[in-house]
């Protein structure tokens, strides 16, 4: 609370003496969050924007990085890089970490959309910027952006310009970087890009079991761009991919049991020490938060290509017509161990085939009176999922046959999503706009869920006998029409400010996870969620555009909610019963304010603060009875509070820079039954960064994590189950060195 009261008087008090040197020559930033460049004080959304420089500053790897900068903005890795990411804003977000499911925040790639959740682990290298808008956007990005969009766009090749770098990298963890950029011209009016990026690293965890593979990546991604400009016609021809190979991070072990044998059970306060241990009797012999001792076989695959062509053809000095196709192809195979510990007790792999094809043609018109943006867009996605979860294997010929089972469960998701949207900007005058946009879509998934069992029939066979268990087909069919209407209103002295009422939803499907019986795979089909949003934003500057502030209040009503939920069986010693279903409401509101200080042109300081005083369960009650009325909304911080200081020294033909900042969340649960135990205390990180720049070379110091912070990605329940909660551990401390040359 200290921690808390100290930002906000500092976001109150601080800034007009922070204030008094000016910076009166502000550049105009432009934004993408309406498919074409804009002034964003002509946006009607609230969003932040990271820059290419920032990113690499500050070694921001992944997507799931950028959430440590932007308020009531978290991503996580969930279970462990490789599977699906959890990306909430604003309380709205994946926690489901199985990979047939779609997040409502949609990502975007230079204007492509990547598709289901199995796609949106995007590393960053040579970017431009990345957008982060927060609230619904139905009309312009449609379905799954019921929380909000994430844009990425990566630098593009540029005419008549022969450059590029080179860039190595070494830190602690075994990190190495390799980075090679080059753009080049081809002719007048042709480009290329070619940019390529290797990264090889250690995870913080120590596994303490002898003659385990310690876990590691190393990952390799590229993309080769071509772009034409003529008269009236340009082109954009991209291929980009990826191939990342390793040993997943493992799981830990916190065991609930100060003794297994009369299920006395831990206070929180002594969970993860040497006096908890699993129904098993295990725990890994160490506090060392970071040591594990896990049987850590599973290995991890990722192999990744996609290309994708944009076309832009400008009838006349008002009218453009645009074509973005591409198809994208993910092959991914993931192991697992959930037990955390030497045993064979709950091991699996999660295998995955994702190909997308996806085409959108629009035509943006400008009038006297405003702009028209309109359009179509049709998207073809095949999941096809090979899985497997063996459980209790250890314990074959000990347990009841039923329960030490190995489930293979195989599952095709077919998605056919065909849109129509239009979006108009009425300029009433020279400082109100009145924005009105409409979307209508026709989805269809179609899915067939097979699943087959190996276990004990004959007591001297423990390899056991694999037999047919279960076989479900059906579809989910979805008509649905969002939208948004906005007011925006500059004043003269070039205040904004807006009001949207917008609404969107994330489409149906199917649950492709663990189900562990026929019934519960009858079930596993779901409906649309809806979400409809009011807010409130302002843009201004003070102080001669010293003190920029980006404020936004909102209020949503959250229907139909999926709600992934994981329980205790009826039956002991049995696996959870996991679902995804269309079982709640929830209401959330909240408020958010960035600040950016210009101190000088040496200074600059940043404050992010974002709070959400309510984002709960309206009335709910699970399928099994539980009552869960009020309860938080599962990856949901109360506070979220980010800040970040930049001082330049501008020395004879170079500049240094120093940068230091944090990130502060407050106290939230990693499940819908708040359970003390499945949750994540407040956490405050911090990160810096020292770079110099001298003629051709870039040399920049880096450090992640600073003080070591113990924190995790998620705790998984299996308390009902084995007895403990999986453990997926955050990066500890983390710095390196980084030195390019351009050339």
Known sequence: ?????????????????????????????????????????????????????????????????????????????????????????????????????????????????????????VNLFDIERVEVLRGPQGTLFGRNSTGGAILVRNKLPELNNLDGYIKVGRGNLNFGLLEGVANLPLSDSIAARVAVSSKEYDYSTNNLLADS??????????????????????????????????????????????????????????????NCFDAFGFNDGSENFFDVMVNNEQEHDTENVGASLKLNYQFNDVTQLTSITAYNSLNRDHGFNCDGSPAQLCEGHLGT????????????????????????????????????????????????????????????????????????????????????????????????????????LDPSDLLGQTIDYYSVSGDESDEQLSGKLALNYQTLNGTQFYYSLSNGYKSGGYYGGFIATEEQAKLAAYGPEYLIANELGLRTELFDNAWKISAAAFHYDYQDQQVFMNQASATPNAPPLQLLENVASSTIYGVEVENTWFVGSDLDIVLNIGYLPHAEFDEYTDPLGNQLTDNRLPFTSEWNISSN???????????????????????????????????????LLWHANVSYRIANWHVNLWGKNLTDEEYSHLKFDLSSFLGMLEDFKAEGRQYGVNLRYQF
């Open 353 to 456: 085939k994702d190909d997308a094809f996806s085409q959108e043609i629009r035509v943006s018109s400008k009038f006297d009176v405003g702009h028209l943006m309109a359009g179509l867009f049709y998207l073809h996605e095949d999941i096809k999922q090979n899985n497997f979860n063996d459980i209790l294997r250890d314990l074959r010929g000990v347990l009841d046959p039923s329960l030490t089972t190995t489930f293979f469960y195989d599952n095709t998701i077919n998605v056919e999503s065909a849109a129509l949207f239009a979006q108009f900007d009425w300029q009433v005058n020279s400082q109100f706009t009145v924005v009105l946009g409409t979307r209508y879509t026709d989805e269809t998934v179609k899915y067939e869920s097979d699943s087959d069992l190996n276990l004990v």
């Open 1 to 121: 609370m200290k921690l808390r009261l100290l930002y906000v008087a500092c976001a109150l008090a601080c800034a007009p003496s922070f204030a008094q040197s000016t910076k009166s020559d502000m550049e105009v930033i432009e934004v993408y969050a309406t498919k074409r460049a804009q002034p964003i004080k002509q946006v009607s959304v609230t969003l932040s924007r990271i820059d290419g420089e920032q990113i690499n500053a500050e070694q921001l790897k992944d997507i799931t990085a950028i959430g440590h900068l932007i308020p009531n903005v978290k991503i996580s890795q969930n279970a462990a890089e490789g599977t699906t990411p959890a990306v909430n804003i604003r309380g709205v977000g994946l926690i489901d970490y199985n990979t047939s499911n779609t997040s409502p925040i949609a990502i975007y790639q230079d204007d492509v959309s990547v598709g289901a959740a199995n796609n949106q682990l």
């Open 213 to 274: 593979e310690q876990a590691n990546m190393v990952q390799t991604d590229y993309r080769i761009a071509v772009y034409g400009q003529w008269d009236n016609f340009d082109m954009l021809f991209k291929i980009n991919g990826n191939d990342w190979d390793g040993r997943v991070n493992p799981v830990g072990s916190i065991g609930i049991f100060k003794n297994p044998a009369d299920g006395s059970l831990c206070s929180k306060d002594e969970l993860g020490s040497n």
């Open 645 to 683: 200081v930049n001082y330049r020294i501008n020395l004879d033909k170079s500049e240094l820079t120093f940068g230091i900042g944090n990130d502060y969340q407050s106290e939230y649960y990693f499940d819908q039954n708040m359970n003390e135990f499945a949750m994540q205390d407040d956490v």
